[in-house]
């Protein structure tokens, strides 16, 4: 009878381990799915102030470029941000959906820590153009930055964000290494 009860138990254990398990894979599943959905935006959004005013320079790419070697992506990932970055100089698309589709995820925090990371490639050739100039009002603002905001990034005042909570916003352990 002992011996019929520890079998019961041990199939109920391995049942609920095996379920357990498949609910973590599909949660990592979900977690690389939500990611690779930022990163198309990010370096979408990226490709857009890359190309602001016209012309993407040599400066503007190698700032993206480092970024995204910065990140720690795997091989694909970083096949999809560059090609993607590339794909969106060819073919076009609008920068506000992109900036609006990541404020939709995130809190202001993460939205400042994004918006200072799309400045750094409008200051990558060491000068912003009228044209970039309005593009970072227009992604400041789908990613709800005010002007004093905005202001104090051109200041050299950027906020700091911090690394907890950009975490808790959900933002991409990736893309926090770039702070």
Do not use: W
């Not at 973590?24 to 990611?35: Q, T």
């Not at 795997?74 to 920068?95: I, K, T, W, Y």
């Amino acid at each position: 009878m002992l011996l019929s009860v520890l079998a019961v138990v041990l199939i109920a254990a391995m049942v609920f381990a095996t379920h357990a398990h498949r609910a973590s894979e599909r949660a990592r599943s979900s977690v690389k799915v939500a990611e690779g959905r930022f990163l198309l935006a990010f370096s979408g959004l990226l490709a857009k102030m890359a190309m602001a005013d016209g012309t993407v320079s040599a400066d503007e790419v190698e700032t993206v470029e480092k970024m995204f070697a910065d990140m720690g992506l795997s091989p694909a990932e970083h096949a999809m941000c560059v090609g993607n970055f590339v794909l969106v100089q060819r073919e076009g698309g609008d920068a506000r959906a992109l900036a609006r589709e990541l404020a939709g995820k995130f809190n202001h925090v993460a939205c400042l820590f994004l918006y200072g990371l799309v400045l750094r490639v409008a200051r990558a050739d060491q000068r912003i153009t009228a044209e970039e100039e309005a593009l970072l009002k227009d992604i400041g603002g789908e990613l709800g930055l005010d002007e004093e905001e905005r202001g104090e990034f051109r200041d050299g005042k950027a906020p700091v964000c911090d690394r907890t909570a950009l975490e808790a916003a959900g933002v991409p352990a990736a893309v926090i290494r770039l702070g």
